[in-house]
């Protein structure tokens, strides 16, 4: 713990979603044991979340401390009902203009609070271009965390610019990422809507307004390591001239059980339970089926995942999120006596499952990811291959990266990009994209490269390895700025 470290004071500030503040809270605990005084700044239904994770490192990491600080959020001031503070509480798709008012309004106490607490830098989300300005009325450096890898990073620069899928015939031809390392191929239908038809809305000119920012802001922290996309680090930097840091995986500063378990929300099911259950089981013979904490798929989708699972024959843990137009307490999203037949072999999670916990045990082959970037990475650190079923956002540049680069995983065919609902896949797609993760000799190939990466994950957060190097050089900079 370098002493001078602790004059410097970084405080965070995550978007309201939980695939930003996960890898925030994580991020801070990281700078936290480099001996920083490290400060969070969220609203105060966000809090719990917050102190949760970061109090289980107190106890059980060694006294890392983490202050959170909360601001208002204006959910009525919006128009968003009272207590709605995090993007997977918002009622319908449409409030979430509403919510994207409600965080342009959190700028003036934001600034009341760098007042107060005077910190020496501010790591702002992507989605607060407006950060940028309120760190430079203090004469601080802003930093920005985009939540996702350089791969997805780089590939959509590259998209926007040559803009590849204005010369195709059709949504399902295939088009080569022009000017990009490695013929990455795509089709029209698997690019956002908002970059294909020049859409002008309150979403595109907020996103305008955050590339603005990015060319003013001091540089960005990356949830990635260099030796996962090295390519794509160097072309991020050289070719787009960004400052950037790369400081991941950042899930791996949780180190034990305790710590595993108590990140995100609180969990929807008993943890001893489930990892008895896990305890029981053959290694890599249990696959794990999740898809992040936004993505919704409709009744006849969720039944056509519970036929591809029990056709596959393998064992499973499947997290069913809640908030959904069907009711999953009731069982009429499962085909006819699915749970009492999969008594033994699958467990369905209703709700939130600690998922770095379940990704890490010894009984779990095989991951089903939606392609949200942490769940990537943290199936990356946990050497599993994937089955890949990008929904929105970047999720198919991480698809792109996970089948085509790493050659980790088998797409499921999930062929466009929705904003809201998954697109549709049938039940043998499931069932052989399983298949393909969990046995036989593709998948054994696919297992073996990712382990060789999960180790270099492990390599590059330990003293001296590339992400941990590249933390010290950051906090180095920043303190001495
Ligand atoms: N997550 C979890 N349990 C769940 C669902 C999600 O712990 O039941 C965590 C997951 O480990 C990841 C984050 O929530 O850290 C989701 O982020 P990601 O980028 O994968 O997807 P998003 O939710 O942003 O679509």
Known sequence: MGSKNRDFHICFFPYMAHGHMIPISDMAKLFASQGVKTTIVTTPLNAPTFSKATQSSKTYSGGVEVKIKTIKFPSVEAGLPEGCENLDSLASPELSTNFLKATSFLQEPLEQLLFEENPSCLVADVLFPWATDAAAKFDIPRLIFHGTGFFAMAASYAVRKYEPFKNTLSDSDLFVIPDFPGEITMTRAQVPDYVKENIENDLTRMLKRAKEAEKTSYGIVVNSFYELE?????????????????????????????EKALRGKTASINEHDFLKWLDSKEPNSVVYVCFGSMAKFNASQLMEIAMGLEASGQDFIWVVRTGQEYDVEKEDWLPEGFEDRMEGKGLVIRGWAPQILILDHGAVGGFVTHCGWNSTLEGIAAGLPMVTWPVSAEQFYNEKLVTQVLKIGAGVGAQKWVRVVGDSVKKEAVE?????IMVGEEADEMRSRARELAEQAKRAIEKGGSSNSDLNALIEELSSH
């Open 230 to 258: 090295s390519v794509y680090a160097d072309y991020y930097r050289n070719v787009l001239g960004m400052k950037a840091w790369h400081i991941g995986p950042v899930s791996l500063c949780n180190r034990n059980n305790e």
């Open 432 to 436: 052989k994209a399983v298949r393909r």
